[in-house]
């Protein structure tokens, strides 16, 4: 097999289904299962019921324009504003309900209505346009979980300036870069903020991206967290800083006009990780994006306008971007928002947030459910809240973290939604309808109304369709919320996204198919289970192995509360995995730990798969968006030199792992 072959060992235990409650069923925003088969039919036409939940200053001509692809246009013709959307036409009918319950790390807390929210977008919209951004200006934000970062991305949206939030948590050098490659003249961040009690400076990560850029940076715009700025700022005369709350002053009570966008305008640059290192500004269009997130929030989350709904995840990211900010502001609903760590000031705060304001909708990724299974139940336990709806993001979520999820969380009343999308994809392609579709733990499940996802090998010809096969997802028709292409570079664009499996000499567009660069399944009871990216991979013994595969029949013991696996090289085996694990608190790292993680993995996939090495840590490596950094791991594992560590969120972290297996 080829080094990239994507044929891996898909053997995890049957899952048993979940009927949707039918208290949930009721209620929900769609219960007609016929729209499966409307959609199905494949014309772009039906996603203008998409659009439709949207207000628009001109209708569109074209649903779809495919004429030159990739470069899908999506309702030619059309103009709308974003902003205009997700605030201004609520104010009628709801300009006193509640936005954003935000709060504070320190305890601070904010009810900002929907026309507070008016008030302030187009106040720093003034402000915007006053240190000269103008239409179609890139406007890069570096702003943490403070009401400044929606009001920033929706005053730019205001004024039609795309925006480029970079998160909070990323290095100078990364913001360095980013303002490069989106050319920037004005940037927008903040003095400071907290992060387990801390306030912490961070203005000076800002004045060493500006050290570092290539462009010249005319200006910075600086929100502050408090009255004050942080003690540590400094502020003089000669720099590009201009304290946003001195121009406030003066925009106090203006009104801006939203300016009418062309749906294929683009909204709002985000930067992922690309297979040359260097970091992909994904373009994002205004009409088909915000109408795709729009629908997704209400057929998928399930949302209403009298909801109180909580993300909690980071606006710095897409998840933040589609499902706080755009699509639930669009529909009108409330939304909490919050500074911190999920575990400080105590582990129990984020169920004590959900009581306090009575949450209907939870949304969180796997990793965060891991590390709640690790605190235990008696923290949730402690607290008197009742989702009726929770969605899983950002990877595969291992069955035994579902069902806890499912009875510690949700009480066993709840639906659960696991969503399969990507930065690219700009919301959820592969996913449940929370009333329709029984729930299987470990499976993304369905595809979107409207969407075709297939699984592809590796000399890119379709496997047949519910064969339980393993392979390359892709996705073989356009969708409204997909990226139009990376900033300045659409032959990267076209490298990245479309070259392994489409014939780029074509100008059919059923010739040019989508890499969504995920291994999956696409089981015979129809649903998805995705693998993880394409190189989280093992070769052992002629087997080619799913890091997912292992870690999930790893964590199927019970004292284990997360688990990562990579490959060791082996020279009889070519590789064989190494399982580094965090145990539940309490437990004792003994024989019998080892013995039931080895028996489990024999068990699900086999015995050639057994671990060479069971490293018991108190962390692993992790981003500071939580997702596990493997290549670390890695390179501990094979004696190598640790590599880039400056994004993760403790770096001394797999220091400490290396010491460790250098000393057993």
Sequence with gaps: MSEHESELEARLTAQEYFRPPTSFVGQANVTDPAIHDRYAEGSPDIFEEYAELLEWDEHWDTVLDDSNPPFYEWFTGGKLNASYNCVDRHLEERGNQT??????????????????????????????????????????????MLPALPVTMLSCARIGAPHSEVFA????????????????????????????????????????????????????LLWTRHEDPHEDVELTGDDPYVLVDDLLADAERRRVDPVS????????????????????????????????????????LDIKPE???????DIGWITGHSYIVYGPLS?????????????????????????????DIFHTSPTAVRMFMKWGESYPADYDFDFRHMTTVGEPIQPEAWLWYYQHIGGEDAVIVDTWWQTETGGHLITNLPALDDMKPGSAGKPVPGIRPAIYDDNGDPIEPASGRAGNLVIENPWPGMLQTVYGDDERFIEEYWQAFSDTDSNDPADWVYKAGDGAVHER????????????????????LGTMELESAVSEVEDVAEAAV?????????????????LREGVDADANVRDAIIGSVEDEIGAFARPHSIIVVEDLPKTRSGKIMRRLLENISNGEELGNTTTLRDPSVPEQIRDQVRSD
């Design 99 to 144: 936005a954003l319950l935000w709060e504070g790390e320190d305890g601070e807390r904010e009810r900002i209505a929907y026309q507070d929210l008016y008030n302030r977008i187009n106040e720093f919209a003034a402000v915007l346009q006053e240190v000269g951004v103008e239409e179609d200006d890139v406007v890069t934000c570096h702003l943490p």
């Design 169 to 220: 948590g990323f290095s100078a050098q990364a913001l360095a870069d980013r303002i490069d490659d989106a050319g920037s003249d004005v940037v927008v961040t903040v003095d400071g903020y907290y992060r387990r009690g801390d306030l912490l400076n961070h203005k000076e990560k800002c004045d060493e991206a500006l050290e570092l850029a290539e462009s010249e940076v005319e200006t910075v």
């Design 261 to 300: 966008r062309d749906a294929e305008d683009p909204l709002f640059l985000m930067y992922t990780s690309g297979t040359t290192g260097q970091p992909k500004g994904c373009q994002h269009r205004t009409g088909g994006y915000l109408s795709y997130v729009t629908a997704t929030s209400k057929n998928v």
């Design 525 to 544: 009871d129809g649903y998805y289970r995705i693998l993880g990216r394409l190189d989280d991979v093992m070769n052992v013994a002629g087997h080619r």
């Design 566 to 582: 990579v490959a060791r090289e082996d020279a009889e085996k070519g590789s064989v995995p190494d399982v580094y694990v965090v």
């Design 331 to 359: 529909l009108g609903t409330t939304s909490v928002m919050r500074e911190g760590t999920p575990d400080h000031p105590h582990k129990g705060i984020i169920w004590e947030v959900a009581e306090r304001y009575d949450v």
């Design 307 to 313: 909801d109180t709904y909580w993300c909690a995840a």
